[in-house]
């Protein structure tokens, strides 16, 4: 494994407490400007997640009536006895053509919702499984401080925003900034910021996140929009 990935992991909690798990379930206050421009604005303001740990599920819950049920090759609207409300296979393909400006469907929300948040919540501990490239580049200053950078390439069977991504890692070890490329939406370059970490149950979990475009000097655009703001609570392991 690699030394950096390695520290990270270890700062983040270390394997053998993440894998006494199997879900993690949290309460998501979801904001930026990104859900309007997709036609749903609203839609998920609050609400709660659920993603399994060992393989690609996640659910996001809105309430008793109704929930999403995430897969790579599927995602549904279900009805809260189970019964398939509406559905779609291999949904990645549904999303050919797309730019920034491309509004979603529900179930096309359901599916980027669902692998954006089972990558974000399973990160930096699905580094440890099989099938990624990972290779570590010149350290990176911004503010005050010096991150230490991974580029990272995922393996096919995970679906995420893109298939290379770059982390930025602090001094204690911890995810600063994600940065990345959201094919299904027009090839978007985004810097996503993660703060606010917390000990849930052993791990440290960031309960803040923001998503900017990425403008001149691989920096936020000055002045532009928040994309997407994510603040966790009532965070659970189970």
């Not at 609050?46 to 897969?71: C, F, M, R």
């Not at 991150?147 to 995970?158: E, M």
């Amino acid at each position: 494994m690699n030394e950096l990935i390695e520290y990270t992991i270890n700062a983040h909690g270390g394997l053998d407490q993440w894998r006494k798990f199997y879900t993690l379930s949290a309460h998501l206050a979801v904001g930026g400007v990104l859900w309007a421009m997709k036609g749903h604005a609203g839609a998920i303001d609050e609400i709660d997640v659920t993603v399994n740990l060992l393989e690609q599920k996640t659910s996001h819950i809105p309430g008793e009536a109704w929930h999403t049920a995430y897969t790579p090759n599927r995602v549904a609207i279900e009805a809260g006895n189970g019964s398939v409300v509406e559905e779609l296979y291999n949904p990645r393909q549904s999303f050919k053509d797309h730019t920034l400006e491309t509004t979603w469907s529900n179930l096309q929300l359901a599916y980027f919702t669902g692998y954006a948040m089972w990558n974000y919540l399973n990160t930096p501990f699905l580094f440890a499984r099989p099938g990624f490239e990972i290779r570590e580049e010149e350290p990176w200053e911004e503010g005050n401080e010096t991150w230490r950078r991974l580029r990272i390439k995922w393996p096919n069977d995970i679906h995420t925003h893109s298939e290379e991504q770059v982390l930025y890692i602090d001094k204690q070890g911890l995810i600063r900034r994600q940065d990345y490329k959201v094919e299904i939406s027009g090839n978007v370059p985004a810097a996503h910021y993660l703060s606010a970490y917390k000990e849930i149950s052993g791990i440290k979990i960031a309960t803040k996140r923001e998503v900017f475009s990425i403008g001149e000097n691989n920096m936020p655009q000055p002045g532009g929009p928040l994309i997407v703001s994510i603040e966790l609570s009532e965070i659970k392991f189970r």
